[in-house]
């Protein structure tokens, strides 16, 4: 008796190369040229359209001795210009089928040796000397890598790249603007950034359900780099835009877990100087202090800004008790910690007097004096 012959199941190719099979359908169509599935997990999002390619090369003035750093290289439409421009071109990629098939696309070609591929996290990856990079970031890496370039001992000449529009927004935004926030005052104080092009969705393939924009990144150098540490930058302008839409006086003195993050970081600075300090019990202590327990809500975080991995741990317990509403504090105050609320009103009220006024609206200079205010009464954020 003959076996009943029966159609295979469709399913993912074996091989991430396997290009898909399929009928006479439109969707066999449309796919046929696809190499692999693109892992949208990955924020793989590739740039299909040449134009855009050219114009984003174009516009970081490559140099014949410049070594540049990609993240992100997808499937090397990027990078085989860059090779056309550049003396090296550096890659980074998580997905190792990306990987090889930016290789592949440059074997047996005069660019072949012009080009390094790491294979890991960018964000984790410790990165050799570049002078420029150019990257169609995947939008979820978008804040850490804008950080960790902004941050690095030697910063690249400039950096253009692609993001989500909301996030180009903030990194150009203004005092007083909607999407003000921590981003955009770090990366302004550490660079000049330049809003180059907007990319639309059909750009890409697959499409990303958000627009796109280009920027360049320009870090400041020698005299004009800002002469201040950027942990103690960063530290102050993670409480300050923790609630960038309260008073800087309801951010600070009303939030216990900023008052007790700033209590340790003053014990710290007093035994690295060797400054005795007062644990002595107030007299009320048994009086129960009145403090904002939980955070602010989703607008007042400042959003997309919030790095929870590298979130200090008072702001991973606010976030936590999101739900909290006030309560009472039944932690027994000390005569330090009475002096540090003392010192913090006093910075915020009579030095800068910007105990009124909202981090949305305050510019470099406010958080400057605040930083150098607080400094001066040895209070600390690195």
């Given at each position: 008796m003959g076996k009943t012959k029966t159609n295979k199941r469709s399913s993912a190719p074996s091989s991430p190369y396997e290009r898909p099979s399929g009928g006479k359908g439109g969707d066999s169509n449309s796919n046929k040229n696809n190499v692999f599935k693109f892992n949208t997990n990955f924020g793989q999002h590739i740039l299909k359209n040449p134009g855009v390619s050219d114009a984003i090369v174009e516009k970081a003035f490559l140099k014949p001795t410049d070594t540049v750093l990609e993240v992100g290289p997808g499937t090397g439409n990027l990078t085989v210009r860059i090779l056309e421009r550049a003396k090296k071109?550096?890659?980074?990629?998580?997905?190792?089928?990306?990987?090889?098939?930016?290789?592949?696309?440059?074997?047996?070609?005069?660019?072949?040796?012009?080009?390094?591929?790491?294979?890991?996290?960018?964000?984790?990856?410790?990165?050799?000397?570049?002078?420029?990079?150019?990257?169609?970031?995947?939008?979820?890496?978008?804040?850490?890598?804008?950080?960790?370039?902004?941050?690095?001992?030697?910063?690249?000449?400039?950096?253009?790249?692609?993001?989500?529009?909301?996030?180009?927004?903030?990194l150009t935004a203004r005092p007083g603007d909607a999407l003000y926030c921590r981003l955009s005052v770090n990366a302004q104080f550490w660079a000049k950034i330049t809003h180059i092009m907007k990319v639309g969705k059909n750009n890409f393939r697959p499409p990303p359900q958000v627009e796109s924009s280009v920027v360049r990144i320009e870090p400041k150098t020698g005299k004009d780099r800002p002469n201040v540490s950027w942990d103690e930058w960063d530290g102050l302008l993670r409480v300050c835009?923790?609630?960038?839409?309260?008073?800087?006086?309801?951010?600070?003195?009303?939030?216990?877990?900023?008052?007790?993050?700033?209590?340790?970081?003053?014990?710290?600075?007093?035994?690295?100087?060797?400054?005795?300090?007062?644990?002595?019990?107030?007299?009320?202590?048994?009086?129960?202090?009145?403090?904002?327990?939980?955070?602010?809500?989703?607008?007042?975080?400042?959003?997309?800004?919030?790095?929870e991995e590298d979130a200090p741990d008072f702001f991973k317990e606010m976030r936590n008790n999101a739900n909290s509403s006030k309560t009472k504090s039944k932690r027994k105050k000390t005569k330090v910690a009475e002096l540090v609320r003392e010192k913090i009103r006093k910075v915020l009220e009579d030095v800068t007097e910007l105990a009124d006024k909202r981090s949305g609206k305050c510019d470099e200079t406010d958080f400057l004096r605040l930083l150098f205010a607080f400094n001066e009464e040895g209070i600390h954020f690195s």
């Open positions: 071109c550096i890659c980074v990629e998580v997905d190792p089928r990306m990987a090889a098939e930016v290789t592949k696309r440059v074997q047996g070609t005069p660019e072949q040796r012009k080009l390094e591929v790491l294979l890991g996290d960018v964000i984790k990856t410790e990165l050799p000397a570049f002078d420029v990079c150019i990257s169609n970031t995947p939008y979820q890496i978008s804040s850490p890598l804008v950080f960790k370039l902004l941050s690095l001992p030697n910063p690249p000449r400039t950096s253009v790249l692609m993001f989500q529009r909301e996030f180009a927004l903030r835009f923790v609630r960038k839409n309260k008073t800087l006086r309801a951010s600070w003195l009303g939030t216990k877990e900023v008052l007790a993050m700033v209590e340790r970081n003053y014990r710290t600075w007093c035994a690295m100087n060797g400054i005795p300090v007062d644990d002595t019990v107030v007299d009320d202590a048994d009086e129960d202090m009145d403090v904002e327990d939980g955070p602010a809500d989703e607008e007042e975080m400042g959003g997309m800004d919030v790095d």
